[in-house]
């Protein structure tokens, strides 16, 4: 039927406001879930019967920079 009169208007996606808002929410969630990694990869290192024969040998091998001279 053309002419009839019936317009019809797109459907308009999120605000600016609305788009700032879950930008702002998925980089928390990823922040969070980040931090939850590295803290559960550090736990789990933590919990090695041989942490500190692994730090020693990572120490032994590559002294970190910020490490006094002998």
């Known amino acids: 039927m053309r002419g009839s009169g019936t317009t019809f208007s797109t459907p308009r996606g999120p ?3 609305e788009q ?3 930008l702002a929410a998925g980089l ?3 922040a969070v879930h980040t931090v939850g990694s590295a803290f559960g990869t550090l736990r789990g290192l933590l919990r090695r019967p041989d942490t500190a024969d692994l730090a020693q040998s990572v120490w032994a ?3 970190p920079s910020w490490s006094c001279p002998p």
Do not use: K, N, Y
């Open 28 to 30: 928390a969630d990823l």
């Open 15 to 17: 605000g600016r406001e």
């Open 20 to 22: 700032a808002l879950l």
């Open 61 to 63: 091998t590559s002294p």
